[in-house]
């Protein structure tokens, strides 16, 4: 490992984590990478579980670690406060809710630091531990499947070799090109990553993945938490398109479309102007494409009866947000 590795602070802004944060912190702390060049701040937010509590606990036993308080609850203006009170060249954007693999840093860091100065990032593949609940691992199969849109949530996984790309979370940032173009916006609660992305992108900066490591990201536990984190993502999206016109993607519209299409149909229904055979024949087709679609990641049975219960609640829950947003996108 070369003498100089750059110094990397973790950023973590933390809020009703307790179930996943110890794995994570010792994971972090269990890293091949010299120990005096990694710091973790935790930015903690409102909690109604042990999250500030274990956050504490750990930070009495390593030094590396430092707390800072994130009243807001606000995850952007968390990480800022964590790029506010760290000191390392490089950033690595994080969670309370991911594991790393051991040679995380001396894959993500030691590739940055080779690179251009016009390479802000570097990232990896973002894929679901083995060990959740069922929720979990059903909709993070829906997810890593094109009908769960694939490419916005699976971030390039899959990919066998290193390839310049448009976002990628848990990403490790030159300090520098963070700071220019004015770190994260606080008017983003979730997607405040990929936001700052697009601006890096804007100012001439690329962003590199590399398949040579990965994280293990916890999928929400229950099917309410699942709701509302679609739901919040698609507010967050319709925010990012409209201050980024230029993002907007066909598959950022299925589920917009999804619920307007599903409505338009209904009433025409309805009104006669169309057989009434042609819904159930359509929620039929559905059923079908949401097979199709989980078994190109999943057999699981039970995986692959529930999906298109999974790929019902990914759309509508992200589709109403969507079109929230448009409309009022305060979270």
């Not at 940032?173 to 936001?195: A, I, L, M, N, S």
């Amino acid at each position: 490992m070369p003498l100089d590795c750059p110094m990397v602070s973790f950023l973590i802004p933390l809020r009703n984590e307790e179930k996943t944060l110890r794995p994570c912190l010792d994971s972090l702390l269990a890293l091949e990478y010299p120990k005096e060049k990694i710091e973790i701040v935790l930015a903690v937010g409102p909690s109604t579980d042990m999250t500030k509590t274990i956050a504490e606990e750990y930070a009495k036993a390593h030094p590396s670690i430092t707390i800072v308080d994130n009243p807001s609850g606000n995850t952007a203006i968390g990480r800022n406060l964590c790029i506010e009170h760290s000191t390392g060249e490089m950033l690595m954007n994080y969670s309370g809710h991911v594991i790393a693999e051991k040679n995380l840093l001396t894959v993500l860091a030691l590739t940055l630091q080779q690179q251009p100065a016009d390479v802000a990032a570097v990232g990896c593949s973002n894929l679901s531990p083995s060990e959740q609940s069922f929720v979990a691992q059903a909709s993070g199969a829906a997810f890593l499947s094109y009908l769960g849109g694939r490419s916005f949530f699976s971030q390039n996984a899959g990919y066998p070799t290193e390839r310049f790309t448009d976002h990628i979370s848990f990403a490790c940032y030159r300090r520098k090109p963070v700071e220019q173009v004015g770190k994260f916006d606080p008017e983003f609660w979730c997607g405040q990553d990929y936001e700052l992305d697009i601006r890096l992108r804007d100012a001439g900066y690329k962003i590199l993945y590399t398949p040579r490591t990965k994280v293990l990201h916890f999928k929400r536990a229950t099917l309410r938490s699942l709701w509302r984190q679609m739901y919040r993502y698609g507010i967050a999206r319709a925010k990012i398109v409209k201050k980024h016109p230029k993002t907007l993607k066909f598959f950022h519209l299925i589920g917009p479309v999804f619920i307007i299409g599903g409505i338009f149909l209904v009433a025409l229904t309805l009104l006669g102007l169309i057989p009434a055979w042609i819904v159930p024949l359509l929620v039929v087709g559905y059923v079908l494409l949401s097979f199709i679609s989980i078994l190109q990641v999943a057999r699981r049975p039970a995986i692959v009866i529930s999906s298109p219960v999974f790929f019902l609640l990914i759309h509508v829950g992200y589709g109403l947000g969507f079109l929230r947003g448009l409309l009022y996108s305060r979270l």
